[in-house]
């Protein structure tokens, strides 16, 4: 949601490479951070703020993610960007949203408040690589995808420098195969081009709940032996490390677009929450007559 110097929020998904793609709003620029954990609540209670004044005033929009299972506490915030010049103009939109609702000092406030809740944090934007994606969404059905899930598995692949191509090779012929095969999923791929080491990945699946993960056909399956030996040892000799994540989608600290929340408003535009109680109810007032009566 903001960096030190000019908050930018961002979330949701995918791997990219250093290729000219055709999609509009490429990039992702993502933003992820570690929240103390004495300051959970009030972290929370921060960032529904934020949503509130984008939401209010036109600002930025972004989708936010917990971690289901993964490092702990940690929350991810992801903005869809057409290029380097909107993250500019993503970033001038939150600040623009607070200071109008929160005032200029009450901004700052907010934006030093939230920095104390935090422990560490990272910013990433990463390209979308659609030629290594597979069953991807047309831009018609993207919206309506990405408001129906409320989950997302990520894996972070770093390659070993010099092997990128043969990654990359990888997975194009793991999409050749898996788009052939009728059961299988949207898979979004990602890469990193500002904020990390070497050549790092994102390969992501998204779902309409946890148990949409079960039954999946798994690489052997669609490979066949032959291609998942191959597989298997060109990730040995190409892939340096990985790690895997499971997140849930967050609606109340997210910010999504008029186009998500058209989608499935009921999840992504939460109603305020209705008392659970009710004042005990009052006695029936006597009538006067019966009171004056008993006098």
Not at 59 to 70: C, F, R
Not at 94 to 106: C, E
Request: with cysteine.
């Amino acid at each position: 949601m903001l960096r030190r110097t000019c908050l930018v929020l961002a979330v949701i998904v995918c791997l990219v490479a250093p290729v000219v793609v055709q999609a509009q709003g490429d990039y992702l620029d993502v933003y992820m951070v570690k929240v103390r954990p004495e300051k959970l609540a009030d972290f929370q209670v921060i960032a529904k703020k934020m949503v509130d004044a984008n939401r209010k005033y036109n600002g930025d929009h972004w989708l936010a993610t917990e971690t289901v299972y993964g490092e702990g506490d940690t929350y991810t915030f992801i903005s869809n960007r057409e290029d380097y010049a909107e993250i500019d103009k993503g970033s001038d939109a939150f600040n623009g949203a607070l200071v109008k609702a929160y005032g200029k000092d009450g901004a700052q406030k907010l934006l030093n408040d939230w920095e104390a809740c935090v422990a560490k944090s990272r910013s990433e934007l990463r390209r979308r690589r659609w030629d290594l994606s597979r069953k991807a969404p047309d831009a018609a059905s993207y919206a309506k995808f990405i408001a129906d899930s409320r989950l997302l598995r990520t894996t972070a692949v770093q390659v070993r420098p010099g092997h990128v191509t043969e990654f990359e090779d990888l997975l194009k012929e793991a999409k050749a195969a898996a788009e052939k095969v009728p059961s299988t999923q949207p898979v979004l791929v990602s890469q990193v081009i500002e904020g990390t080491k070497g050549t790092t990945f994102y390969v992501s699946t998204l779902r309409t709940s946890i148990g949409g993960f079960d039954k999946n056909p798994t690489m052997r399956e669609i490979l066949g032996e032959d291609g998942y030996k191959k597989f298997l040892q060109v990730n040995a000799e190409a892939v340096e490390g990985s790690e895997s994540m499971l997140l849930r989608f967050s609606a109340e600290l997210s910010n999504p677009t008029q186009e998500v929340i058209a989608a499935a408003p009921d999840f992504w535009q939460p109603k305020a929450v209705v008392a659970t109680h009710t004042a005990k109810p009052k006695a029936p007032a006597e009538p006067a007559a019966q009171r004056t009566k008993q006098q």
